[in-house]
């Protein structure tokens, strides 16, 4: 069984789009993230979630919005699609707030806007 | 804010060397380290975590250590392994569950 899995794993849209990446964890955790890989591999949080609560929210344009139905899922929903928002996204869990839990990454999704 | 740089960037060795990959911080304010592989096409592998008031951490031919004071930690893989060829990725935790990123190291270990 997949800890973490999101979908879609690729995903090729035309900008002005909007479209959304699904994220579930069967690791009982409590704390959810998704992160930005760019280019340059360079990985960023953008958002965290403690039981379906918003805790962290980077400097990311508001057409990125964080949906959390219940703590096994955290879902990234992105209208208007950039060219710039080409980047793989990862998902993540912890098991909660407190520093030092080890973070559980889900395998990807490869965003390409066009 | 905080900084975490990785050098070198890229790194083969033949298979069997003992290697050391390098990992520095701007902010000694940190919760814990974590040394992270990513496979191409994966997600991360949590490899080892080092608490702030850790000194090193082991597991298997992994040997990761931290000095806080200097913004340091390095990863040691003895034995060097094809299977060990990834991207290895350093992160701090600054502030709750906010993990700092490298841009990571690309290991290749040839046969």
């Known amino acids: 069984d997949t800890a973490v899995s999101q979908t879609p794993k690729y995903l090729v849209t035309q900008m002005g789009n909007d479209k959304s990446i699904k994220c579930e964890q069967n690791?009982?955790?409590?704390?959810m993230y998704w992160y930005k890989q760019d280019s340059k591999k360079f990985l960023k949080i953008m958002f965290s979630?403690?039981?379906?609560?918003?805790?962290i929210n980077e400097t990311v344009p508001n057409r990125f919005s964080p949906k959390s139905p219940d703590k096994a899922h955290l879902n990234l929903h992105i209208n208007s699609l950039e060219l710039g928002d080409s980047a793989v996204y990862f998902c993540?869990?912890?098991?909660?707030?407190?520093?030092?839990?080890?973070?559980?990454f889900g395998e990807g999704s490869w965003l390409t806007v066009v | 804010k905080q900084e975490v740089t990785q050098i070198p960037a890229a790194l083969s060795v033949p298979e069997g060397e003992n290697l050391v990959l390098n990992c520095s911080f701007t902010?000694?304010?940190?919760?814990?380290l974590q040394w992270f592989r990513q496979d191409p096409g994966k997600g991360l592998t949590s490899l080892l975590l080092?608490?702030?008031?850790?000194r090193e951490q082991t597991s298997g031919r992994l040997n990761a250590s931290l000095d806080k004071s200097s913004g340091r930690s390095t990863l040691y893989i003895a034995a060097s392994q094809p299977g060990d060829s990834a991207t290895y990725l350093c992160?701090?935790?600054?502030?709750?569950?906010?993990?700092?990123f490298g841009t990571g190291t690309r290991l290749t270990v040839i046969p």
């Open positions: 979630y403690n039981n379906k609560e918003l805790i």
């Open positions: 690791l009982g955790h409590d704390t």
């Open positions: 902010d000694s304010a940190i919760y814990n």
């Open positions: 992160a701090v935790e600054s502030g709750a569950n906010n993990l700092f």
């Open positions: 080092i608490q702030s008031s850790q």
């Open positions: 993540a869990s912890s098991q909660d707030l407190g520093s030092g839990n080890t973070i559980y």
